[in-house]
């Protein structure tokens, strides 16, 4: 990796402002911080949605994967929430992927 030392990934607790950013319609799109280690994987859509999915407190609808063609790099993750409350319960979680911290904003 040529960009040099990074910080370690701290995981923290949404904001309140993030939180009121939450929409009261759909869609319930949150955007998936992505651990660069698992950026250069092969990452699949199902995986990811499947991760989050627990059909209770989060319900997902689907998750996209975009793809930098150039880099071969996972550029950005997006999940379709079913309803506001699975999009603020995942973004309040603390979870790995692959062993790497994720985290929903």
Known sequence: DDRGPRAPFVWEE??????DKIPKEAPFTGYV???PQVAGEDVQERDIA???????GIKVISARV???R???RVKMIF?????AESL???MCMDLE?????IKIA
Do not use: K, M, S, W
Not at 14 to 19: C, G, K, V, Y
Not at 50 to 56: A, L, N, T
């Open 50 to 56: 499947q991760h989050y999915h627990d059909g209770e």
């Open 33 to 35: 911080t992505v651990h």
């Open 97 to 101: 992927f692959r062993g790497r911290p």
């Open 66 to 68: 975009v793809y930098d």
């Open 88 to 90: 603020r319960n995942a």
């Open 14 to 19: 949404p904001t309140q402002e993030a939180l």
């Open 70 to 72: 150039e880099q071969q």
């Open 79 to 83: 999940i379709d929430f079913e309803d």
